[in-house]
């Protein structure tokens, strides 16, 4: 009877464990289409699309380390470059990040909390949102939280082959974002206020150091790389226009749980989750308290990184919510294992309200997501159609070449129209980033006088938005105008030559 008790409990443990991933998937791939591929999503999977060798080249002259490319580049071997295929890579890695929180807060904490813990991930809005872009975050997500369930396998149980999964999944996710070098700040602080069975703080154990040692020196061949990164700061100046203020993590709390900046009295909004997470905190720290100390894990890896990144910011912004995704998403755990030693109606209702604030927030960006705007891919689906031998097509702005370029089924490579000095030998500045991909046919691509394509083209398809402020007033003598396509805030405009014009 007892057996039979427990096999029951345990299968029905195992649905609502299925039940939170299935919908995990659901709320990830729900509109995992709707929006265009857009700048860095585009770049991911254009390099993606090049050989091993060459993904390594370019991301050399990118500001980010080269796995994810080539797990993506043979993601894309097998499924194909479409958004829906690209995009399913990053949805699988957000629902697997799903099931490992569940599975870390069921080794913190309890089977209650870790039930909890799935559903608030679930429904965490920061982690659908990246689940549903061509890019690292959700990656960087899963490998990191896996890191930390093998780093408290180890405190624990003290078996040295959790300390070897740890570690590889360390140098994966150093290969994956250089941000991760702050989870494992997080764990070297967590470790030094930890001690072993023996009182011997763990920090000092020797299979820590040489852990880190295998760290290092399989990372060694990219550091003189990332070395020369540093020296492209340009790459990363855009940053500037986020600096860092006493509202920064208040905000990012709340962006997180909502995806939405813009409610009314935002910043009083964020400033009181700010209070409740400071005050689950106090509780998890008082009342989560055994050997190993599980509390300490948590909160260090929630906060670290992010307080670390908002105090250099002050001298070097840095506060990109993306990139502390990772650090992000232990905020529903956190949130769980502190609901899990209140009592019940306090819990009720703290998990009520968690809830609620992140189906409110899912609710504004899928409505977001499906308003009527930009659709650069219909524009581009129009210029495929409609393309003939003889047309040259053209973009207008950098931001929105590389999608043109993802899009462009055309069999020609398109223009650009830019005032950057074309430079085949990659030494300048403006070829490194998202350009390298291009420089070395930048002779033949790069257009500051669209006039000249008429010598040579029939037929020109301009895609350009001309609502924004960014796009450049571009000369078209020549030219003239026989048709557009409108979808949204975008265009394809398609000029002739004088003489085709009247054809």
């Excluded at 993606?48 to 797990?71: C, G, K, M, N």
């Excluded at 149980?157 to 250089?178: E, P």
């Excluded at 450049?472 to 030559?497: N, Y």
Aim: aromatic share 14%.
């Amino acid at each position: 009877m007892a057996v039979s008790l427990r096999w029951q409990e345990t299968r029905a443990k195992a649905c609502v464990v299925v039940a939170i991933l299935l919908m995990s998937a659901a709320l990830r791939f729900h509109q995992v289409t709707t929006r265009t591929i857009w700048l860095d999503e585009a770049f991911s999977v254009l390099l993606s699309r090049l050989s091993p060798e060459q993904i390594l080249f370019h991301t050399a002259r990118d500001v980010h380390p080269p796995l994810y490319y080539l797990v993506l580049h043979y993601w894309m071997q097998w499924f194909g470059s479409d958004a829906l295929a690209v995009r399913s890579l990053s949805v699988g890695a957000g629902v697997a990040s799903v099931g490992m929180g569940m599975l870390l807060t069921r080794h913190l904490a309890s089977w209650r909390a870790a039930m909890i813990a799935g559903l608030l991930l679930a429904f965490f809005p920061m982690a659908i949102r990246f689940s549903q872009e061509a890019r690292m975050y959700a990656l960087l997500s899963l490998l990191l939280l896996s890191a930390i369930y093998m780093l408290w396998q180890w405190v624990s149980r003290q078996k040295n082959l959790y300390l070897v999964a740890y570690s590889l999944l360390m140098v994966a996710a150093l290969y994956t974002h250089y941000f991760a070098a702050l989870c494992a700040l997080a764990n070297w602080l967590y470790l030094s206020v930890t001690t072993d069975s023996h009182g011997k703080r763990l920090v000092l154990a020797r299979a820590w150091w040489v852990g880190h040692v295998g760290i290092v020196v399989a990372y060694l061949p990219w550091l003189p790389i990332l070395y020369r990164q540093l020296h492209h700061r340009e790459l990363v100046a855009w940053i500037v226009h986020y600096p860092a203020s006493l509202l920064s993590m208040p905000r990012s709390f709340w962006n997180a749980f909502t995806q939405c900046e813009e409610a009314a009295y935002a910043d009083v909004l964020s400033v009181l989750l700010s209070i409740f997470l400071v005050f689950a905190s106090l509780r998890v720290l008082r009342h989560v308290s055994t050997r190993g100390q599980p509390n300490v894990l948590l909160l260090s890896y929630c906060f670290v990184p992010i307080l670390v990144v908002w105090l250099i910011s002050y001298a070097m912004p840095l506060f990109i919510n993306r990139y502390l995704l990772f650090s992000l998403m232990g905020l529903p755990l956190l949130v769980a294992v502190a609901a899990d030693t209140w009592p019940r109606r306090t819990l009720l209702a703290s998990v009520a309200g968690c809830l609620f604030i992140e189906l409110a927030g899912l609710a504004y960006a899928y409505n977001y997501q499906a308003k009527p705007g930009g659709d650069l891919g219909t524009v581009m689906a129009h210029v495929n159609k409609y393309w003939r031998s003889g047309d040259a097509l053209l973009g207008d702005r950098k931001r929105h070449y590389l999608s043109i370029e993802y899009y462009n089924a055309t069999g020609r490579p398109a223009f650009l129209y830019t005032q950057i000095e074309p430079d085949a030998t990659g030494k300048a500045a403006t070829t490194y980033g998202t350009l390298t991909l291009f420089y070395q046919r930048s002779d033949e691509l790069y257009v500051t006088t669209p006039q000249r394509l008429a010598n040579h083209f029939k037929r020109l398809w301009l895609v350009t938005e001309p609502s924004s402020a960014y796009t450049p007033r571009m000369p078209v003598d020549g030219w003239v105008k026989v048709d557009e396509i409108v979808e949204g805030s975008f265009k394809a405009l398609l000029f002739a030559v004088p003489e085709q014009a009247n054809r």
